[in-house]
């Protein structure tokens, strides 16, 4: 596979499943039409909802999987408002209008020791990203991932499938109880690596990154900005850069090495 | 196929669709989605003399079918367009025009002047209307004797098309539009954005880091047609309308209220190919209807 961006396309996906995990979180599995794009670990889909007043733009979702021989992909959603509260509510059969593959991906690392940290719908690039290191850069992914409680834990087994798991929870019903920075493994005197590549709520990859600073490691944090458009036209999704002043997260992102970014940690 | 053909002042463009600044970036964002040569024209991003960071995040906040922005023009400035991204756009089969900006009404001369010798750009459309900024935008916009003395001095220093967007935040609309028209304006595009707010009652916080932001989208359509309609019927110039056009029927609207020509905003946004949609639309509305050029409809609002 090669490393060259697809075009951005619109297309209407048939939703074949919608899979409930728990009260929070779900999967659409939607199929195409045609043949798959190529589709990188950490691009994004924005989804149109309806044309309801409050569903009035589309919304940003990272590609948690892709199945090229059944031109498949998935979606992990968090019910966060009213657009995913709809998106829960589709039934098998329906369509779902798309505009994707946008954004940058992760990059290839320079040796092969990576950790891969995700929280809550965070996970959701780690997956791909992980099956496409396996595939691609021959890396065995080491996942750790971050949850409030057992309950909310996201398909441990397809983690599992790629590579070793460590879990948090912050009620300490599974794995290391606490926040991932405060996992051993990033906190013993031989923790280091090559990269850690996150995706999560900004305080997490905030801590993540000063985590990665203090470790000598390179780190890449996929944000998760309002955006308007998805395409680099609105310039609503910026964040702001030391070497270029704000940019667009929608097409320079979503994924940023953490040291470009100008957050106060 | 009936004649779609429209004037702005002395430049015939060959379709009424064109793509309203601020959301379409310079064209080459859409280029995977649509054949940017079948529009009618481009509006470039609003450009000033110097590069502008814009206004911190958050920038924009949906609401009723609508959205509020406030990207404060944003831009690398007039230098970097020239040696940039107008070598790149020139490929575009279709008018491009550039939406000038400044603080000063030397800043709006410097852009206008250093576009005139683009020999691809035939218009510009001077933006006295624009919310999200401190200085100058809306405060000329909003002040009839600041918007002729800009007009005027551009159109002093410019000698192409010279269209003006008005602001929809003043009382008396046919009043800016008559002001800018003596002073010189080729045509008047409107509207821009309304100033409003939103409020999460949660945080009870503002969802701006401006706190207010321009309206745009569906919910502004109304105040569009009636601001469109009143001015049309007012000044001997051409306007172009748009505020929240999402599909050809609105266009077409926009037409009957005396919009010689439309510009689409928000809807690129949710439908990267809608220009394209609307230019059908339009099209197909003229033939059902027995309609052999676009000029027979503008204007036809049957009273
Ligand atoms: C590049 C990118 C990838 C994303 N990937 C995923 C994903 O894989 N799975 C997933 O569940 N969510 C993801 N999100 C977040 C998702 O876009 C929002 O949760 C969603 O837009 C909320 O829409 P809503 O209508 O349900 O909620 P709204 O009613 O619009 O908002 C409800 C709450 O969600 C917050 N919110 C709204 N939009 C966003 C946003 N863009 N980012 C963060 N919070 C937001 C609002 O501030 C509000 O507090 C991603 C966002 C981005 C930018
Ligand atoms: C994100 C955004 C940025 C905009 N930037 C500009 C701009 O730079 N210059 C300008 O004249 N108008 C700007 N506008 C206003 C639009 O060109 C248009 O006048 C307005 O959005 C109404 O049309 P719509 O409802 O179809 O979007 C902007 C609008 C949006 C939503
Ligand atoms: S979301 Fe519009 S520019 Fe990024």
């Given at each position: 596979?090669?490393n060259i ?104 690392p320079?040796g092969?020791?990576?950790l ?17 290191m ?5 890396i065995?992914?080491l ?85 308007g ?28 090495n ?8 | ?9 002395k ?37 000033t ?28 400035g ?8 107008y070598p ?28 005139e ?64 028209e003596e ?9 821009n ?27 502004v359509?109304?105040?569009?047609l ?8 007012s ?9 929240g ?18 510009q689409?905003g928000?809807a ?8 394209i949609?609307?230019l ?16 027979e ?7």
């Open positions: 596979m090669n961006k697809a075009k951005k396309r619109v297309e209407d996906f048939t939703i074949i499943e919608n899979k409930r995990l728990n009260k929070e979180f779900f999967i659409l599995k939607l199929k195409s039409a045609g043949e798959l794009p190529v589709i990188l670990p950490g691009q994004f889909a924005e989804v149109r909802i309806d044309d309801n007043p409050t569903t009035f733009l589309r919304r940003p979702i990272s590609i948690y999987n892709v199945d090229y021989s059944g031109n498949t992909i998935e979606l992990l959603i968090k019910i966060a408002g009213d657009g995913t509260k709809k998106l829960s509510e589709l039934k098998d059969g329906g369509i779902l209008n798309i505009v994707y593959p946008l954004g940058n991906s992760f990059s290839k320079a092969t020791k990576v891969l940290i995700g929280g809550g719908t965070g996970v959701a690039p780690m997956l791909i990203l992980g099956k496409y396996k595939a691609n850069w021959g065995e992914p996942f750790l991932l971050g949850y409030r409680s057992d309950k909310l834990i996201i398909e441990k087994e397809r983690f599992e499938a790629l590579g070793k798991v460590y879990i948090t929870t912050e009620d300490g019903s599974d794995g290391y109880k606490g926040f991932v920075t405060q996992h051993p493994i990033l906190n013993e005197p031989e923790s280091n690596f090559d990269i850690i590549y996150t995706c999560g709520p900004e305080i997490m990859m905030k801590a993540i990154a000063k985590k990665a600073k203090e470790l000598n490691s390179a780190c890449e944090v996929s944000l998760e900005n309002l955006m458009c998805g395409i680099g036209a609105c310039l609503c999704c910026i964040v702001d850069t030391k070497d270029k002043g704000n940019v667009n997260t929608c097409t320079e992102g979503p994924v940023f953490s040291e470009r970014l100008k957050w106060q940690i | 196929m009936a004649n779609l053909k429209t004037n702005i002042g430049l015939e463009i060959k379709n009424p669709v064109m793509t309203a600044s601020g959301t379409f970036g310079f064209g080459t964002e859409y280029e995977d989605f649509i054949d940017i040569s079948r529009l009618g024209g481009i509006l470039v991003k609003g450009i003399g110097a590069e502008r960071q814009g206004n911190p995040y958050p920038r924009m906040a949906e609401t009723p079918s609508g959205m509020l922005n406030a990207v404060g023009l944003q831009n690398k007039i230098d970097y367009f020239v040696e940039h991204i790149e756009i020139s490929k575009f089969d279709t008018e491009i025009i550039v939406n000038v900006n400044g603080g000063t009404i030397e800043e709006y001369i410097d852009v206008a002047s250093k576009v010798k683009l020999n691809k750009i035939k218009a510009i459309e001077l933006n006295i209307s624009c919310p999200n900024v401190k200085q100058g935008g809306m405060v000329f916009g909003t002040h009839c004797p600041s918007a002729v003395a800009v007009t005027q001095a551009v159109r002093n220093a410019y000698s192409k098309t010279l269209m003006v967007k008005l602001s929809p935040n003043v009382t008396n609309i046919v009043d800016f539009a008559l002001a800018v002073a010189g304006a080729d045509s008047i595009s409107l509207i954005t309304l100033l409003g707010m939103a409020i999460d009652a949660k945080t009870r916080k503002p969802l701006l880091s401006t706190i207010t932001g321009g309206l745009s989208g569906p919910a359509k109304p105040v569009a009636r601001m469109v309609w009143q001015v049309a019927k000044v001997k110039i051409p306007v172009i309308g748009m505020g056009i999402m599909n050809a029927t609105d266009a077409i609207e926009f037409f009957l209220a005396g919009a010689s020509a439309i689409v928000t690129n946004f949710i439908n990267p190919a809608v220009t949609e609307i059908e639309g339009i099209n197909e509305y003229l033939d059902n209807n027995g309609f052999s050029c676009l000029s409809i503008v204007g036809a609002l049957d009273i």
